[in-house]
């Protein structure tokens, strides 16, 4: 076991971080941009997604638990913003619901 004040990999050499670019530095204060999620999304069999699991389901504890959380740490690594090109990211409240429930 480390002690609490050894660190990890403390002997690693360390390399220093390279300047930020324009483009990097745009992105640091942008808002991030994530896909929406749609809980009554249909499939192309039309297939009520919110239908798929009972109303007492555990699934819907874990949602609302979830919806309560703050997630915001995991905005901040986000590359997808508001008003630039690319894909939007996927919602960490429901990345978060899947591992949990997992």
């Known amino acids: 076991m480390l002690a609490e004040t050894a660190c990890l990999f ?3 050499p360390l390399e ?3 300047a930020p670019s ?4 745009k992105l640091r204060d942008a808002k991030p941009r994530f896909q929406p999620i749609d809980r009554k ?5 039309t297939v009520d997604v ?9 699934a819907r504890a874990i949602w ?7 997630l915001s740490a995991f905005s901040e690594q986000a590359r997808a913003v508001q008003g630039n090109a690319g894909r939007a990211a996927i919602d960490p ?3 978060a619901s ?5």
């Open 98 to 102: 899947l591992w949990i429930y997992a």
């Open 64 to 70: 609302s638990v979830v919806q309560q959380l703050d």
């Open 41 to 45: 999304q249909t499939f192309l069999r």
């Open 22 to 25: 324009p483009a990097e530095e």
């Open 10 to 12: 403390d002997n690693w």
């Open 16 to 18: 220093p971080a390279p």
């Open 50 to 58: 919110e239908s798929l699991i009972g109303e007492n389901h555990a």
């Open 93 to 95: 409240r429901l990345l």
